[in-house]
């Protein structure tokens, strides 16, 4: 079974930045489109971003503009530079290959960013 392993999670101020990573036990995303996504406390896990195998970007229109995913498929990793943070961005976020634009692997540990003053 493929394994991604999501990082780079924090707490952070209101208007500040971080970097997600999501690394892969090996060169799958070469053939894979991937997606990040995210889950708030009390709330349904919620699509974020995606980048296809020609590396084609799509975004929430909630982060749209502040947010951008991109992968470098020699590290096999994918990022998503976060921008612009705000409280209601606070969540989990998990990363995950995609098939036909749904999540295809079992989720695996998240990374927390907590966005506060």
């Known amino acids: 079974q493929v394994q991604l392993v999501e990082s780079g999670g924090g707490l952070v101020q209101p208007g500040g930045s971080l970097r997600l990573s999501c690394a892969a036990s090996?060169?799958?995303?070469?053939?894979?489109?991937v997606g990040w996504y995210r889950q708030a406390p009390g709330n349904q896990r919620e699509w974020v971003a995606r980048?296809?195998?020609?590396?084609?970007?799509n975004y929430a229109d909630s982060v749209k503009g502040r947010f951008t995913i991109s992968r470098d498929n020699a590290k096999n990793t994918v990022y998503l530079q976060m921008s612009s943070l705000q409280p209601e961005d606070t969540a989990v976020y998990y990363c995950?290959?995609?098939?036909?634009?749904?999540?295809?692997?079992?989720w695996g540990q998240g990374t927390q960013v907590s966005v506060s003053s």
């Open positions: 090996g060169s799958i995303f070469r053939i894979n489109s």
């Open positions: 995950n290959l995609l098939r036909n634009s749904s999540p295809l692997l079992t």
């Open positions: 980048i296809s195998i020609r590396g084609n970007t």
